[in-house]
C-alpha cells in the first residue's frame, strides 16, 4: 500500500518551517491540528491518572489513599480535563486537520484566529491546573451546581480557577467554532456541494453548530456565578432567595448539547473509518446526516432529563422524557447504517477499524442505558449512582475515544507521513477493550445496588465491594492499555512505516496529496463531481453505478481559473471537456508555496501574545478574592497589596490583550503575494 | 409484571428469567441496598418499568451485537473475494430500522408517563407527613404530626403511606433509600414532596443517603430507615415527644445515669418502645468507617451523667444542639439530641453510637468527618479548619461525662 517511499516523511524540510519558533507563530491548520493533538493527548493522561487516582481510592471501602476533599477535587478535575482538556480538543485537532483537507481548501478561513484558539485552550488548561499547585483545584464537580459553587459554600479559590478557566476554555471553542463554520460554508472546493461532504466534515460542521449555540449559555451560567463570586450579585444566593435551579438549567441548556460536541465527531471519524476498511461506501449517506443534523436539534431539547430528581412537576417530565427516547432514533439509525455499511464489504481488520467497530459494539451499550433513564420514574433510581457513571462512560469512553482512537490510527499516517504501529496497535486495542469494559460494566450492578457517585468512601458489607475492585482492576489495566499508545505514537512517529498518499485505499480529497500534506494543501484545487473523488479515480467501475448528484454543478457554473470546470461524473466520461489543472489528480511530489507561487499567511506570534493578555487579564480576580479573604481576616494592608495586584494584573493582561489584537488587525494575513497568480 | 405485554410474552419471559437469573445474586442479602426488592408501590411501579426497559434494551443490544458479529465474521477480507459491490442504501430498510425503535419507544412511553403523574400525584390524605431538611452533612427529621424532631435515624410505620416534605437548610442534597423508594433532591428555596407506602416490609433497618453532591463531606451524609409495626410507632412517638429523662426535672442525680440497655428497665420512660434495638440491627447498617489516624481518647474513663450534663450546659455545645429538657441547649443548627442516647450511630450514620466513638467525635469532629462545622473541642487537638491547636478546651476526663451524659438521654 504504501509505494510511494521516496516521498520524505518531513513536510517541513526547510528552516523557515522547523524550531520551536515555526510552532509558536505557526497559522498552519495542520500544525495547529498537530499542536491540538498533543496537547489533548497530554491532558488525557493526566485526566486518566486523576481517575487511576480515584480508583486507588475507591477499589476497597473506606479508602484512606486521599482525603475527602482531594477527592472531590479529582473527580471535578477528572470530569473536566477529560471534557473540555481532551476529548473537545481532540475532536479539535481532527477539525483543524482534516476539515480543509477534505473540502479541497488551502487552509482555514481565518488561519491566526484559529491559532488563537489553540493557544487560549492550552493556557485555559494551564490556568485550570495552576490550581493543584496551591492545593486549590476545582471541587463543586464539572457540573458545578449552585449554590455549593456560591462564595457562602466555596469560600476557597477552587471554583474561582474554575469559573474563570472554563470561561476562557469557552472563548477557544467559540472562536474555532465560527472560523469551521466559515470553513465549511465558505472555502469548499468547486463542485463540492454538501451532499459531496465527507462525512467527518459534516458531523464537525454540525458540531460546530452545538458549540455555537450551547457555550454562549454556559458563558453566561459562569458570568452569573464569578459576579456572584467576586462582585455580590444574587443570581443564585439562596440567602437573598435566589432559585438555583436558574444554574441547573443553564448548565445542562449547554451541558446536554455538549454530550454531543463529545460523541458527534467520534461518530463521524467512525464514519470516514468504516466505509474505508469495509471497501464499500457509507450505506445511506442522505439518512447519516439528517440523523447528524436530528440529534443535534433534539439534542437542545432534552436537557433537564438530567433534572428528574429535582422536581419539576410531571409535565415537564413527561415531555423531556419523550423526547430524550426520541433522539434513541436517530441514533439507532446511525448503528444500523454503519452496521449495513459493513454488510457485504471487504473487511480489513486493521486497527482503525476495530477502534470503530469498538465504537459501534460499546457505544450501543451507553446509548440503552440512556434510553433507561429516559424513563422518569426509572432514573429516580438510577440517578446520581454509578449506573449513570457507566452509563456516560460507555459513551464517552466506548463511544468518544474509541472513535478518536480510531482516527487517530486512521490519520496519523497523513499527519505524520508514518503508519502507527498496527502490532502495538492490536494490543492497545485488546487492552483498551477489556479493560473498559471491566472498569465500566460493574458500575451498572454497583450503581442498581444502590451506590451512591461522587463519595471517596463507601462502608463495608453493602454488597459493592467486589464491583469496585473489579472496576479498579479494569481501571489499571486501561492505564496500561494507554501507556502502549502512547509509546506506539514516540515509536512509529521516528520509525513507523512510510504510509505514501493513501495507505487505506480511501475515497476522499486529503488522500489525494502527500502524507503529510505539503503547508498548501493542494497544488491544484480539485474539482469534486462525486462524494468519494479518489474512488472514482482508482476504481471507476465500482463507482460508475453509484448515484452520484449532479444535482446544482451546472446551477453552480463551477469554475477554477475562470474556466468552466463542471467536470462530470466518470460515467459520463467524454461527455463534456475537463480543464487538465482542476481533474481530481493525484500529487505526489512536495514543494514550497513559494515554489508554487501559492499565497499563504504569513507566520504570527500576535494571536499567541492576544491569548497570553486575556489569559493574564482574566487571572486578576483571584487577586481580587484574595483581597477580599484578606480584608474579611482584618489584615487591611495585605488586603491592599492585593488590590494593587488585582489592578496591575486586570489593566496589565488588558493593554497586553488590546495592543496585540489591534497590532494583529492592522497586520495583512500575506505579507507578500507572489506574483505567480493572474 | 409480564401481565401487561401479551404478544411477545414468551421472548418477554426468556429474557426476564435471564434477568431473574442474573440477578438472582442480587437479594437483599448479599446486595442490601439493591432495587430489585421493592418494598413499596412507588419501588414496584419503578421496577416493572425498569423490566420493561430491560428487556427491550437487552433484545436491541443482542440484536446489534450479534448481527456486528456475524458480519464482522461474514464479510471479513478474504483473498480471490470479489470487489464488494457499493450499495449506497435501501430506502425500505431504513425506514423499518427508523420506525420500528420509534414503536419500541412508546411502548416504553406509555407506561413512563403513566407511572409520572401516578408517583407524583397527590400523597393520600392522613399520610403520615415527615419533613426532611438537609444539613451538610446530616439529615433532620421532623413529624409536624407528633411535634418530633430528630436526626439521620428514620422511623417509619409498616404499611402506612409516609409523604415526605423535602427541604434543604443550605445546598442541594438527594434524598434516597434504595429499597424503598425512588429519590428526590432537596433544593434550596423550593419544597419536594415524595411519598409512598412500606407495605411489603417486616420489621427492618435500612441504609438511606445523599445522592446529591454537597461538599466535603457528601459521602457522610448517611442515614438509617428503619420500618417498625404501627404499635411500635405510636410507642416510638410518644417516646419522642417526651422531654430528655434525664436530668429533665433537674433532680438530683441518680444511678440511672449508668446507661441502661433494656428499655423496660428504665423506669422514668413511659413508652414500651424506645427504639430500634441493636441486637436487631442487620450488619450492612452498623457502620464499618475506621477512625482516622491522629486521634486519641484515654481509654478507660469511666464518665459521670451529672457532671456531664453540667460541662454540656455551660459549654459551647448548646449553642448548636437543643435538648428538650435542658432549657440551657436550644441551639438549632446541629441535630436535636433529646433522645441522642437512644440513636444508633451518630455523626449521620457514620459512626457507631458507642463511647469511644462519641467521644472522639466531642473530641474533634473535623477530624472524624471532613469539612464538618462542628468545631473540635478537645483540649490540645489540632483544628483541621483553622489550622491551629487548641489551647483549652474539654479534657479527656470532661469529655467522657458529656459522653455519659447524652448516652443516659435514652
Excluded at chain 1, 441514533?331 to 486493521?350: E, P
Excluded at chain 1, 457507566?390 to 482512537?405: C, E, N, P
Excluded at chain 2, 440511672?256 to 418502645?273: D, E
Aim: net charge neutral; hydrophobic share 50%.
Amino acid at each position: 500500500m504504501a509505494t510511494i517511499a521516496a516521498n520524505p516523511p518531513h513536510a517541513y524540510a526547510d528552516d523557515a518551517h522547523s524550531g520551536i519558533w515555526s510552532w509558536l507563530a505557526t497559522v498552519d491548520h495542520k500544525r495547529i491540528g498537530t499542536l491540538y493533538l498533543f496537547t489533548a493527548l497530554f491532558f488525557f493522561l493526566v485526566g486518566g491518572l486523576e481517575a487511576e487516582i480515584i480508583r486507588a481510592q475507591l477499589q476497597g471501602p473506606n479508602g484512606k489513599l486521599v482525603s475527602a476533599e482531594v477527592y472531590n477535587q479529582l473527580f471535578t478535575m477528572h470530569g473536566t480535563t477529560m471534557i473540555f482538556l481532551a476529548i473537545m480538543p481532540l475532536s479539535a485537532a481532527f477539525f483543524n486537520f482534516l476539515i480543509p483537507l477534505q473540502i479541497g481548501a488551502r487552509d482555514v478561513a481565518f488561519p491566526r484566529l484559529n491559532a488563537f484558539s489553540y493557544w487560549v485552550y492550552l493556557l485555559g488548561g494551564i490556568f485550570i491546573n495552576v490550581s493543584w499547585l496551591i492545593h486549590a483545584a476545582p471541587d463543586g464537580g464539572w457540573f458545578g451546581y449552585a449554590p455549593l459553587t456560591t462564595r457562602p459554600f466555596s469560600p476557597g479559590m477552587n471554583i474561582d480557577f474554575w469559573v474563570l478557566g472554563l470561561q476562557i476554555l469557552g472563548v477557544s471553542s467559540l472562536a474555532a467554532g465560527f472560523n469551521f463554520i466559515t470553513t465549511v460554508i465558505n472555502m469548499r472546493a468547486p463542485g463540492m456541494n454538501l451532499m459531496r461532504m465527507p462525512m467527518f466534515t459534516w458531523a464537525a460542521f454540525v458540531t460546530q453548530f452545538l458549540i455555537v449555540l450551547a457555550f454562549p449559555v454556559i458563558t453566561i451560567a459562569l458570568v452569573f456565578l464569578m459576579f456572584d463570586r467576586f462582585f455580590g450579585t444574587n443570581f443564585y444566593t439562596i440567602a437573598a432567595g435566589a432559585d438555583p435551579l436558574l444554574w441547573q438549567h443553564l448548565f445542562w441548556i449547554f451541558g446536554h448539547p455538549e454530550v454531543y460536541i463529545l460523541i458527534l465527531p467520534a461518530f463521524g471519524l467512525v464514519s470516514e473509518v468504516v466505509p474505508t476498511h469495509s471497501k464499500k461506501p457509507i450505506f445511506g449517506y442522505p439518512v447519516m446526516v439528517f440523523s447528524l443534523i436530528l440529534i443535534a436539534f433534539l439534542g437542545f431539547g432534552v436537557w433537564a432529563h438530567h433534572m428528574f430528581a429535582v422536581g419539576m412537576g410531571p409535565v415537564a417530565d413527561t415531555v423531556f422524557g419523550v423526547t430524550t427516547m426520541l433522539i434513541a432514533i436517530p441514533t439507532g439509525v446511525k448503528i444500523f447504517n454503519w452496521l449495513a455499511t459493513m454488510h457485504g464489504g471487504s473487511l480489513r481488520f486493521t486497527t482503525a477499524m476495530m477502534f470503530a467497530i469498538g465504537l459501534v459494539a460499546f457505544f450501543t451499550i451507553g446509548g440503552l442505558s440512556g434510553v433507561m433513564h429516559a424513563s422518569p420514574p426509572a432514573d429516580l433510581q438510577q440517578t446520581d449512582t454509578y449506573f449513570i457513571v457507566a452509563h456516560f462512560h460507555y459513551v464517552l469512553f466506548g463511544g468518544s475515544m474509541m472513535g478518536i482512537f480510531a482516527g487517530i490510527y486512521h490519520y496519523f499516517p497523513k499527519m505524520t507521513g508514518r503508519l502507527l504501529g498496527e502490532g502495538l496497535g492490536k494490543v492497545h486495542f485488546w487492552l483498551t477493550a477489556i479493560g473498559m469494559n471491566l472498569t465500566f460494566f460493574p458500575m451498572h450492578f454497583s450503581g442498581l445496588l444502590g451506590m451512591p457517585r461522587r463519595i471517596y468512601r463507601y462502608d463495608a458489607g453493602q454488597g459493592w465491594d467486589g464491583f469496585n475492585l473489579a472496576a479498579s482492576l479494569g481501571a489499571y489495566l486501561l492505564g496500561i492499555a494507554t501507556l502502549v499508545f502512547v509509546f506506539n505514537i514516540l515509536k512509529s512517529r521516528k520509525s513507523g512505516q512510510v504510509a505514501g498518499n493513501d495507505p487505506w485505499g480511501a475515497p476522499t480529497l486529503e488522500w489525494m496529496i502527500p502524507s503529510p500534506p505539503p503547508e498548501y494543501n493542494f497544488a491544484r484545487i480539485p474539482v469534486v463531481t462525486s462524494r468519494y473523488p479518489l474512488w472514482d479515480m482508482k476504481q471507476p467501475h465500482l463507482t460508475a453505478e453509484v448515484p452520484h448528484t449532479a444535482r446544482g454543478d451546472r446551477e453552480m457554473k463551477v469554475d477554477i481559473a475562470g474556466k468552466d470546470a463542471g467536470t462530470p461524473h466518470p460515467k459520463m466520461a467524454g461527455t463534456a471537456a475537463r480543464p487538465a489543472e482542476s481533474e481530481p489528480h493525484i500529487e505526489t511530489e512536495t514543494f514550497t508555496a513559494r515554489q508554487l507561487g501559492i499565497p499563504m499567511p504569513d507566520p504570527t506570534i500576535k494571536p499567541l501574545i492576544t491569548a497570553l493578555g486575556m489569559c493574564i487579564m482574566l487571572s486578576a480576580p483571584l487577586f481580587m478574592h484574595h483581597a477580599q479573604i484578606m480584608e474579611v481576616a482584618g489584615n487591611a494592608a495585605s488586603a491592599k497589596s492585593a488590590m494593587t495586584m488585582f489592578w496591575v494584573i486586570a489593566l496589565g493582561g488588558a493593554t497586553l490583550m488590546v495592543a496585540s489584537l489591534y497590532n494583529w488587525l492592522l497586520t495583512p494575513l500575506e505579507s507578500h503575494h507572489p506574483h505567480a497568480t493572474e | 409484571m409480564t401481565a401487561t405485554i401479551r404478544p411477545r410474552r414468551r421472548l418477554h419471559a426468556a429474557l426476564t428469567a435471564a434477568l431473574a437469573l442474573a440477578l438472582a445474586g442480587c437479594s437483599a442479602d448479599k446486595y442490601p441496598n439493591t432495587i430489585f426488592e421493592p418494598t413499596t408501590e412507588f419501588n414496584r411501579e419503578v421496577l416493572s418499568i425498569f423490566h420493561s426497559l430491560f428487556f427491550w434494551s437487552a433484545l436491541v443490544f443482542v440484536l446489534v451485537e450479534v448481527a456486528l458479529i456475524w458480519v464482522m465474521w461474514r464479510y471479513r477480507r478474504r483473498e480471490g473475494a470479489p470487489e464488494p459491490r457499493h450499495v449506497h442504501g435501501n430506502t425500505t430498510l431504513e425506514i423499518a430500522w427508523t420506525l420500528i425503535p420509534a414503536v419500541i419507544l412508546i411502548v416504553i412511553a406509555v407506561p413512563t408517563v403513566r407511572a409520572i403523574f401516578r408517583t407524583q400525584a397527590k400523597a393520600v390524605p392522613g399520610a403520615l407527613q415527615v419533613q426532611v431538611i438537609g444539613h451538610q452533612w446530616w439529615w433532620e427529621f421532623r413529624y409536624p404530626q407528633y411535634g418530633i424532631t430528630t436526626a439521620n435515624e428514620l422511623y417509619l410505620p409498616i404499611g402506612r403511606t409516609v409523604n415526605f416534605e423535602l427541604k434543604t437548610a443550605d445546598v442541594i442534597h438527594s434524598f434516597w433509600i434504595p429499597r424503598l423508594g425512588g429519590k428526590r433532591d432537596l433544593v434550596s428555596n423550593h419544597t419536594n414532596y415524595l411519598w409512598f407506602t412500606p407495605d411489603s416490609v417486616s420489621e427492618n433497618a435500612f441504609n438511606g443517603s445523599c445522592n446529591e453532591y454537597c461538599g466535603a463531606s457528601h459521602a457522610n451524609m448517611r442515614f438509617r430507615a428503619f420500618t417498625v409495626t404501627p404499635a411500635e410507632f405510636e410507642q416510638w412517638t410518644i417516646h419522642q415527644k417526651s422531654p430528655a429523662v434525664f436530668g429533665a426535672t433537674a433532680a438530683p442525680v441518680t444511678a440511672a445515669a449508668a446507661p441502661a440497655t433494656t428499655p423496660a428497665g428504665a423506669p422514668v420512660t413511659p413508652a414500651s418502645y424506645i427504639g430500634f434495638s441493636a441486637d436487631k440491627l442487620p450488619p450492612y447498617t452498623v457502620p464499618t468507617m475506621p477512625i482516622p489516624d491522629g486521634i486519641t481518647f484515654t481509654p478507660g474513663l469511666t464518665g459521670d451523667a451529672a457532671r456531664g450534663q453540667q460541662i454540656y450546659s455551660r459549654s459551647s455545645c448548646i449553642g448548636c444542639h437543643a435538648i428538650a429538657g435542658n432549657p440551657m441547649s436550644q441551639g438549632v443548627i446541629g441535630p436535636n439530641l433529646t433522645h441522642v442516647g437512644s440513636r444508633l450511630t451518630i455523626a449521620a450514620g457514620l459512626y457507631p453510637n458507642d463511647e469511644r466513638h462519641l467521644a472522639l467525635w466531642i473530641k474533634n469532629a473535623r477530624v472524624m468527618k471532613p469539612g464538618v462545622i462542628m468545631p473540635t473541642l478537645g483540649k490540645g487537638e489540632f483544628d483541621p479548619v483553622l489550622g491551629t491547636t487548641l489551647k483549652s478546651g474539654l479534657s479527656d476526663q470532661e469529655i467522657a461525662d458529656i459522653v455519659a451524659y447524652l448516652h443516659a438521654l435514652k
